[in-house]
């Protein structure tokens, strides 16, 4: 293994999003477009939920949206490797789709409806390689990435 | 002849914590007090249907469990699954049986015992990735319709308090209830905080219990009584898609109600009592203005001002609602519907909303939704 793939961090789940390569790129969400009437959709879909058309096609979400409304979580959930007290929202992506993810790099107290966000890379663990195993989450624009 | 379904009898296992009983034995109870209510025997049911989530206890089947815990006749049973809203649905399956003719009687059973600690949706302790980056948490759900409705309207923190507030002194009152004892807005308001802006006691506890409601024809009822409820009107809906919108709240209930209320041939201004489903407070808000109660925006400050009191405009959650009588999810649709027929009949005691004529229930299980109308 090179330097270079063992400094590239590991996705938590494979297929749910891009690792960026080239520095200043935002990671982005794995979706799917209708070819007819370009209505598009977080996550692997088959059929259209706009004009029911079926075969849709692979899509890279837009990396940056609003937060449509948001909690602060303050119990740790059994499971999960978020450490309570941890922000979550509803983020609509530009194009469209509404994804709920956590919000770090910004102040708890900050957070709030209508706050610009873009896609970034949460650290979550070392996998047993040494390597970063690194989940999606969001930012304010411009914030520096966590990994 | 008449088309008419009526509900002869309902009953309820009280709801808390029976780590001693099993699930066949809350459900048996509740059956047998409404079997009692009703006047019949169970040998008369034609038709039973089970409403449960999953819980402690059976697997699968549990419906011919808990049922064949009162007899064996034969009838055809079917195990009912909509979440939250499980034995709201199992009694419009049943409704619509009685009404297409394919029995006289029949009886749904609600039914759940829960593990104590937040609800997580899809099992504490998945390893699928929203699980694992702690976005299935229940509370979380209500939490960000909560901001959302502040954001978008004003609504303040001490309005939602103020629901489970209203609730807790309601459930005084109801023998049936989880908790009762009354919380003042500043106790509501000082509790742990869960999810902004939701604090530990504007979360419904995670409960055992067991409701259950024996339907009939008109045509039955009419050799058991001479003034029953009747279930006058029922809808149910899940998740719409419409692109650019973000809907509020579990499920389209707007909609639903809507179809409800024109099949009945009411509109929100003829309901005189309520039952929501306030798994958290933002659940009453919410739903008093998707069922017309208030224009979108007005909940907040018409609970503020004791709109859903018991003396209010329109009474909500008259015995305590999932706040404070408790939720053990497959029993809450069928408790929702005890509480109505009980003020529909005038028994609710000191909870007792004055001489009430139509009564609504609504009840939601992750993106279902069910409204019913009962009259008397």
């Known amino acids: 293994m090179s330097v270079a793939d063992a400094a590239t961090p590991v996705p938590l789940r494979e297929g749910l999003f891009t690792i960026p390569s080239r520095r200043g790129a935002l990671p982005q969400l794995h979706g799917s477009e209708c070819p007819q009437c370009r209505a598009r959709f977080a996550g692997p879909r088959v059929i259209c939920l706009e004009c029911g058309r079926r075969g849709l096609s692979p899509c890279l979400l837009s990396p940056t949206g609003t937060v449509w409304t948001f909690t602060i979580v303050r119990q740790t959930p059994r499971g999960s490797v978020m450490e309570a007290p941890y922000a979550i929202g509803q983020v609509k992506l530009d194009d469209g789709p509404v994804v709920t993810a956590a919000l770090v790099g910004v102040p708890l107290e900050s957070v709030r409806v209508g706050l610009p966000v873009e896609m970034t890379l949460h650290p979550v663990r070392t996998n047993d390689d040494g390597r970063r195993v690194v989940a999606y989450a969001f930012h304010p624009h411009g914030e520096k990435a966590g990994t | 002849m008449s088309n008419d379904v009526v509900v002869l ?116 302790g998945s390893t699928n990735y929203t699980s694992v980056m702690g976005l299935n948490v229940m509370p979380a759900a209500y939490g960000m319709m909560a901001q959302r409705h502040m954001a978008e309207y004003g609504t303040k923190p001490e309005h939602f308090a103020q629901v489970s507030v209203k609730s807790h002194r309601n459930a005084l009152h109801n023998p049936y209830a989880q908790y009762r004892i009354a919380i003042t807005l500043e106790e509501v308001l000082g509790s742990r905080m869960v999810c902004d802006p939701l604090t530990l006691y504007q979360c419904c506890p995670t409960s055992d219990g067991a409701s259950a409601v024996v ?28 692109a650019g919108r973000e809907g509020l709240g579990e499920g389209p209930t707007g909609l639903v109600a809507k179809r ?43 609970v503020w001002e004791g709109g859903t009191e018991i003396f209010g405009r329109c009474p909500v959650n008259t015995d305590g609602g999932l706040l404070s009588r408790g939720h053990p999810m497959g029993a809450t649709g069928g408790a929702m519907v005890t509480e109505i027929v009980r003020q529909l009949r005038g028994q609710a005691g000191a909870r007792q909303v004055s001489e009430p004529k139509v009564g609504l229930v609504q009840n939601a299980g992750i993106g279902g939704v069910n409204v019913l109308i009962f009259d008397r």
């Open chain 2, 215 to 242: 339907l009939a024809s008109a045509d039955f009822a009419r050799t058991r009584t001479t003034r029953p409820v009747r279930m006058l009107a029922w809808a149910g809906g899940s998740p719409m898609y419409v």
């Open chain 2, 260 to 302: 409800a209320y024109a099949t009945a041939g009411a509109g929100p201004e003829d309901i005189d009592v309520t039952q929501v489903h306030d798994a958290f407070t933002p659940g009453e808000i919410l739903t008093i203005e998707e069922l017309g109660y208030v224009k979108p925006g007005e909940g907040g400050p018409f």
């Open chain 2, 9 to 124: 009898g309902v009953g309820l296992h009280p709801f808390g914590r029976f780590p001693e009983k099993t699930t066949e034995d809350l459900g048996r109870e509740a059956a047998i007090a409404a079997l009692d209510d009703a006047g019949i025997e169970f040998k008369d049911v034609q038709a039973g249907f089970l409403g449960r989530v999953g819980g402690t206890g059976p697997p699968v089947g549990v419906g011919m469990r808990v049922f064949g815990e009162l007899g064996q006749h034969g009838m055809p049973i079917t195990n009912v699954e909509l979440a939250c809203g499980s034995s709201s649905r199992a009694l419009m399956l049943a409704a619509d049986t009685i009404r297409a003719g394919s029995a006289d009687v029949a009886m749904v059973i609600g039914v759940e015992k829960m593990e104590r600690g937040m609800l997580q949706v899809g099992g504490a």
